[in-house]
């Protein structure tokens, strides 16, 4: 009992364990510990969620940024510009 105490009780290793989940795979027992807790703590299986949408949310800006050419302005546009800042 004891130990189940100590792994529910733990969301600062648990958020850790997930942050690591992302860049490389834990180990079975690991996993079983995460898993418990996010089963009961409502925090940290919010907290596992938005850090996987964060990541998706970033790859993805990151993917589309790649694809779109850079801002330039039209000739006009600089030539507006000038003006106002005489």
């Not at 027992?29 to 970033?58: A, G, T, W």
């Not at 990151?62 to 050419?69: Q, R």
Request: aromatic residues 10%; hydrophobic residues 35%.
């Amino acid at each position: 009992m004891k130990y189940l105490h100590k792994i529910l009780n733990n969301c600062e290793a648990v958020s850790l364990m997930a942050l690591q989940s992302a860049e490389q795979p834990l180990s079975f027992r690991k996993r079983l510990e995460m898993n418990i807790h996010l089963y009961y703590c409502r925090c940290c299986s919010n907290f596992v969620k938005q850090s996987k949408l964060m990541d998706i949310s970033l790859k993805n800006y990151l993917e589309n940024l790649e694809k779109k050419p850079p801002f330039t302005a039209s000739d006009d546009f600089k030539e507006k510009m000038k003006e106002q800042l005489k």
